[in-house]
């Protein structure tokens, strides 16, 4: 039987990929988005890779779409086996700014809302759909920035918040034989990056993105983590997918296998685990 994934995010970026990657192993992929257009033609992408697609226009600043894309799911498809909490409101024009986080405008703040608090919203959502079948993923991205200085502390607040909140829903999934982790993919190679003209890239940058990642590969990725009989012994971690691509016998669509940054941007902390004592 396919797996029913849902990507959040999924008009651009990683997102778009990841339901690409998804759609590449006969998965239905339900894909949210703003943009209408967008939707349209990352559908014709998921029916390309040979998934079958399910595009819902949601916005997950508002609570009440969410909701709503999670009633069509569990109406249209009565399940949902992969959640990918992607959605998140980032402005790379002013992340890679210079200057101190109050020398930037409030608005990188958005991000702790629509990527931190809407991963909240749309788990709990999620959550009764796979609770009720004994079985699911909930996957969050994350990055190195959750452990190290990157793009300042709103990134960081809510890279690092995001892991914290996937290991303490993990405690509560347990019982349920449902997984809970935040992913870390590497950097990434955008439909946006391979579109610039190598003119436009900077020389040193140019060097290194035969080492990027492609999108397609961390959808892969949490296929193959999904199908792992141990995935529960990883519930509640913060994984570098680029390792567990390794261990899953996954290689990226270019063929390589990519490279993870542990060693020189931090690596995840240790699992959280309950307090002797505490309230199962």
Same mark, same amino acid.
């Given at each position: ?40 033609? !990352? ?24 909701? #709503? ?39 990188? !703040? ?34 190195? *920035? ?7 502390? #709103? ?25 809970? !982790? ?10 946006? !990056? ?46 570098? *997918?680029?390792?567990?691509? #390794? ?18 941007? *931090? ?14």
């Amino acid at each position: 039987m396919s797996t029913i994934a849902m990507v959040t995010g999924a008009t651009r970026g990683l997102g778009r990929g990841m339901a690409r990657g998804l759609a590449s192993t006969g998965a239905t992929v339900c894909v949210t988005g703003r943009d209408k257009a967008e939707l349209a033609a !990352v559908s014709a992408e998921i029916e390309a890779a040979g998934g079958t697609p399910l595009a819902i226009a949601c916005d997950h600043a508002d609570d009440a779409q969410v909701a #709503a894309a999670f009633a069509q799911i569990g109406r249209d498809l009565g399940r949902l086996d992969i959640l990918v909490n992607n959605a998140a409101a980032v402005y790379p024009e002013f992340l890679i700014a210079p200057g101190a986080f109050w020398e930037k405008p409030l608005k990188l !703040v958005d991000m702790i809302d629509v990527g931190l608090r809407s991963n909240y919203v749309a788990a709990w959502h999620a959550a009764p759909l796979m609770a009720q079948a004994g079985k699911g993923l909930i996957v969050s991205i994350s990055f190195y *920035g959750a452990v190290s200085y990157f793009h300042g502390p #709103a990134y960081g607040a809510a890279k690092a918040g995001t892991d914290k909140m996937m290991a303490d829903m993990a405690i509560d999934f347990a019982p349920h034989g449902v997984a809970a !982790v935040s992913l870390w993919p590497g950097f990434i190679l955008t439909d946006a !990056v391979r579109a610039m003209p190598p003119e436009h890239i900077p020389e040193d940058l140019r060097a290194m993105l035969p080492h990027w990642e492609t999108p397609e590969f961390t959808g892969l990725v949490i296929d193959a983590l999904y199908r792992d009989p141990d995935l529960m012994a990883l519930t509640g971690q913060a994984l570098i *997918g680029a390792e567990q691509g #390794a261990r899953l016998g996954v290689i990226d669509t270019d063929g390589k296998q990519p490279m993870s940054y542990r060693d020189s941007m *931090g690596a995840p902390a240790l699992p959280f685990t309950r307090a002797a004592g505490s309230a199962a």
